[in-house]
């Protein structure tokens, strides 16, 4: 996913966004996502900089179901909105202590985003 998404980037330095199919893109925008909301943590925030196996490997399935998840988005401009949407609720979500109220109402969101694609 990382290797292909950076194909793309690599070729839209080239052709430009424009010159990239919708397709393409959101391979780029998956691998993006997976980079800011699983691969970096924020050394700051004491839930995200360090949480266990467990919470770990649920967040990463979840994960999983956006980036196995088939996308028809109309243009690039309503994928790029989605993706900024979906990773801000992922974001948030790694702030929230696990197993909590809010940890279940942050998966809700994420869960609602991922229904209405």
Known sequence: MLRDGNEVGQMMKVVGEEGTPTADFVKYLKAEFLDSVYLQQNTFDPIDSACGAERQEYMFDKLLTVLDKSFDFEDKGKARSYFQNLRQEFID???????????????????ALLAQA
């Open 93 to 111: 979500w790694n702030y929230t202590p696990w197993d909590s109220i809010d940890f279940h109402e942050a998966e809700k969101k994420i869960d």
